[in-house]
T-cell receptor, first 115, second 112 residues
Framework: DAGVTQSPTHLIKTRGQQVTLRCSPISGHKSVSWYQQVLGQGPQFIFQYYEKEERGRGNFPDRFSARQFPNYSSELNVNALLLGDSALYLC??????????????FGSGTRLTVV | GNSVTQMEGPVTLSEEAFLTINCTYTATGYPSLFWYVQYPGEGLQLLLKATKADDKGSNKGFEATYRKETTSFHLEKGSVQVSDSAVYFCALSDTNAGKSTFGDGTTLTVKP
């Protein structure tokens, strides 16, 4: 089975632009979470989606939005990009509610650079 | 809110040395605790976990014990290898938050 797949792997955008990042969870996993990892820091929680509903949201501005599709894949959108949005964006999948006990399976991430 | 504090790195060891990476946490309720490992250019991989006090998680020679009295979850390995060179993250999850809280990571370099 394929693991968590993210696309694209790398992206360079200009300040003020918009970006869409994509994630496909492990087959059978219905929950997708998004994390931002700034260089030298640990991942910070952005969103969790389960069955197409937002289940949790971290302390990020409204420029960040996400959605989940019927096949459980997900997109993360960031509008009006700032230099500080440069980071590795990680997608993590889990069977519903199990990340508390079993942890996540992470994708390899999308490296976003804002110039 | 929840928080995780890891010992600051980087940590440099010789092959076959003993490893300890300290991790302490602050949380309401009864969180589960995790160690993840991140190799260069990759996402995080779950290394081990413990879901309740006094549980010991273990995997690939690494161990960590959930100590509620000291709010700690220190990572240990008796004999490190060059291939263990990576960044190690301590994390907690609780049932109320629907998310995990990570430490800032500790970079381990093992020299032959």
């Amino acid at each position: 089975d394929a693991g968590v797949t993210q696309s694209p792997t790398h992206l360079i955008k200009t300040r003020g632009q918009q970006v869409t990042l994509r994630c496909s969870p492990i087959s059978g996993h219905k929950s997708v979470s998004w994390y931002q990892q700034v260089l030298g820091q640990g991942p910070q929680f952005i969103f969790q989606y389960y069955e197409k509903e937002e289940r949790g949201r971290g302390n990020f501005p409204d420029r960040f939005s996400a959605r989940q599709f019927p096949n459980y894949s997900s997109e993360l959108n960031v509008n009006a990009l700032l230099l500080g949005d440069s980071a590795l964006y990680l997608c993590a999948s889990s069977a519903a509610g199990t990340e508390v006990y079993y942890g996540y399976t992470f994708g390899s991430g999308t490296r976003l650079t804002v110039v | 809110g929840n928080s995780v504090t890891q010992m600051e790195g980087p940590v440099t060891l010789s092959e076959e040395a003993f490893l300890t990476i300290n991790c302490t946490y602050t949380a309401t309720g009864y969180p589960s605790l995790f160690w993840y490992v991140q190799y260069p250019g990759e996402g995080l991989q779950l290394l081990l976990k413990a879901t309740k006090a006094d549980d010991k998680g273990s995997n690939k020679g690494f161990e960590a014990t959930y100590r509620k009295e000291t709010t700690s979850f220190h990572l240990e390995k008796g004999s490190v290898q060059v291939s263990d060179s990576a960044v190690y993250f301590c994390a907690l999850s609780d049932t109320n938050a629907g998310k995990s809280t990570f430490g800032d990571g500790t970079t381990l370099t093992v020299k032959p």
